[in-house]
Structure formats: C-alpha cells, structure tokens
C-alpha cells in the first residue's frame, strides 16, 4: 500500500518549480507514472507555469502536460488526474 501523501502532485511540483528545485519536477511525475501502472518512458512531460486563480494563496501554479511518444492520445482521466488541485 502505498503511503498517504496530503499534497498534491500539482502542489508539490509547484512546491518544486518555487524553491528552485524545478530540475527534479520530471522525475517526479515518472514516478508518480510508475505508481499508477504506467511507463514513464511513453510520455513526454511539460510543464507550464501559470498566475495561480483569484483567491489562492499561491502565486503562481505548474500544470503538467503529458504526451504519449507513440502519438496515440492520452487518457483524458490520466490527464486531469496529474492536474488534479487540493
């Protein structure tokens, strides 16, 4: 069973990009991957920061795009679940 994580994968990779420690944000969505069963090494990953809405308390937020390298689409549900907010 894995554990219990109260954050996240978009806060954490915003977490990431905002103490300067963007160069690890990649491995952590293949991880992330490699935890839901799906091969990391299919998909390319982007990431786009962005104001973060009215009334957060952040400053800015990093969505996180993926694209599958065999051109076929990517599961919508994979999709939102990677940008998926507190």
């Keep these: 069973m894995g554990r219990i994580n109260p954050y ?3 806060m954490q ?4 990009f905002e103490q300067g420690q963007s160069f690890f ?5 293949q ?3 490699k935890e839901r069963k799906h091969n990391p090494e299919d998909y390319d990953i ?4 962005k104001p973060a ?4 308390k ?3 937020v990093v969505e996180i795009e993926l694209h599958r390298k ?11 679940q990677v940008n998926l907010h507190g």
Excluded at 53 to 56: D, E, K, N, Q
Excluded at 70 to 80: I, R, S
């Design 8 to 10: 996240t994968l978009q």
């Design 13 to 16: 990779i915003t977490r990431m």
């Design 25 to 29: 944000a990649t491995t952590k969505v």
């Design 31 to 33: 991880d992330w991957l």
């Design 46 to 49: 982007i990431f786009h920061q």
């Design 53 to 56: 809405p009215p009334g957060s």
């Design 58 to 60: 952040e400053v800015m």
């Design 70 to 80: 065999d051109g076929e689409p990517v599961d919508p549900w994979l999709q939102e």
